[in-house]
C-alpha cells in the first residue's frame, strides 16, 4: 500500500515536469486489444533505450503502479536507490546467481500486480544491433505466471530530442507457449523469441505512425 502511495504521489507531483522532459505521444497497435490502463496481473516488456525509459512508462501507464526489474548499480546511487526502493523496484543483481527477482516478479504478478522488465538487460550501446538478445527470465517468469504479456517500444526521444513516441501492442497470451509436450526450455526459449519479434516489429511500426505524422 505505502508503495502505490508513494508512485502515485510522484505522479501527481511529476505531472507538470514530464509534460515538458518527455511531452509522450501515444500510439496504439490496437486500442481495444490494449490501450493505456492495464487490467489485473500483467507484464509489460520493453526495449531499452535510456535509463529515462522507466520514468517515462511511470506516466504512459498512469493508473497503474510499474513495479519494474532494476539493475544493482542503480540500487547502488544514493538517493536514487533509496527512492527506487520506494517506488517499488525490484532488485535485479547481474553479477550473481541470485534469482530472487524472478520469484519476487512471479508473486507479484499472481497478486494481481503490474511487472515491468527491459529483457536486453541493459542499454545497448552505439553500434550494438538492437533490440540486443533478450535474456530468458522473462519468460521464465511469464509462462510461470501465465498473465498477459504486453509488448511496449519507445524511441526514447527525451530531454529536448523532440518529444517522446511510445507504441502499445497487443498482449501476447504465454499459454500459447506452454506446450506440455516440449521440454521447459524449448517453451522459455520459444516465447523469449516471440517477444523479441513482436518489440521489432512495434518499433517498425512505431517508425512508420511518426513519420507519417511528420
Known amino acids: 500500500m ?3 502511495f508513494f508512485n502515485g504521489f510522484v505522479k501527481v507531483t ?13 500510439y496504439y497497435e490496437d486500442k481495444q486489444a490494449q490501450g493505456r490502463h492495464i487490467r489485473g496481473g500483467a507484464m509489460v516488456v520493453s526495449n531499452h533505450t ?4 522507466y520514468a517515462a512508462y511511470l506516466f504512459v501507464f498512469f ?3 510499474l513495479r519494474v526489474q532494476m539493475a544493482e548499480v542503480l540500487f547502488q546511487k544514493q538517493p536514487l536507490g533509496t527512492f527506487l526502493k520506494m517506488m517499488g523496484g525490484i532488485y535485479v543483481n547481474r553479477d550473481t546467481h541470485d534469482f530472487s527477482f524472478m520469484r519476487e516478479s512471479e508473486e507479484l504478478l499472481n497478486k494481481g500486480k503490474v511487472v515491468g522488465v527491459f529483457p536486453e538487460s541493459r542499454i545497448p550501446k552505439p553500434g550494438e544491433e538492437t533490440p540486443l538478445p533478450f535474456k530468458p527470465s522473462a519468460a521464465c517468469i511469464a509462462l510461470a505466471a501465465r498473465k498477459p504479456v504486453i509488448p511496449v517500444v519507445t524511441d526514447g526521444n527525451y530531454f529536448g530530442k523532440g518529444r517522446a513516441h511510445v507504441l502499445i501492442g497487443k ?5 500459447d507457449y506452454a506446450d506440455p509436450e516440449r521440454p521447459e526450455k524449448e ?5 523469449t523469441d516471440v517477444m523479441r519479434e513482436r518489440i521489432i ?4 511500426l512505431l517508425d512508420e505512425r511518426v513519420n507519417a505524422k511528420a
Open 63 to 65: 493508473t497503474r503502479t
Open 187 to 191: 517453451n522459455i526459449q520459444a516465447l
Open 201 to 204: 516489429e512495434l518499433e517498425r
Open 171 to 175: 498482449p501476447i497470451d504465454p499459454r
Open 14 to 26: 511529476g505531472w507538470p515536469a514530464q509534460k515538458l522532459i518527455f511531452r509522450t505521444k501515444i
Open 2 to 4: 505505502l508503495i502505490e
Open 50 to 53: 535510456s535509463v529515462f525509459d
